[in-house]
């Protein structure tokens, strides 16, 4: 059963508006349809494709990271992420891999999962503070 990409990844919440807005305001993700499951979440967009799923009105696990260490997304605009991060306070950890110069952005979202956005290597470096 061979893989052939990501699907989706879903991410647990008890605060599901500000976790919806934190993915639409800062990644450019869209609301979109969602079956009428019988608990409240959301179903986030990029490029007509469902890649983030929202569940709330669940028990939350006592480590809110659980057991996945991050989700990744390839993005673009790392001068303009950089500022939006630091404007909403955000604490983030930018790094730049050798040999191919892929930059990637850590932060956690509101419910402590890591996201890593991933920016070409040709993407000048954001101003520094």
Known sequence: ???????????????LDETTSFYAELLGLEVG?????????AWMYCGGRPILHI???????????????????AA???????????ARDLKFDLRQLPGSGL???FFRD?????????????ESAPPAV
Not at 33 to 41: K, Q, V, W
Not at 55 to 73: S, Y
Not at 76 to 86: C, F, I, M, N, Q
């Open 1 to 15: 059963m061979p893989v052939k990409g990501m699907d989706h990844f879903t991410v647990l919440t008890d605060r």
């Open 33 to 41: 349809d969602r079956p009428d499951f019988n608990f409240p979440g």
């Open 55 to 73: 569940v709330a009105g669940r028990p939350l696990p006592a480590e809110r990271a659980g057991v996945l260490d991050h989700m990744a997304f």
């Open 76 to 86: 673009s605009g790392l001068s303009e992420t950089v500022a939006a991060l630091r």
């Open 103 to 105: 930059w990637q952005l």
């Open 110 to 122: 509101p419910n402590g999962a890591k996201v890593e956005l991933d920016f070409e290597s040709s």
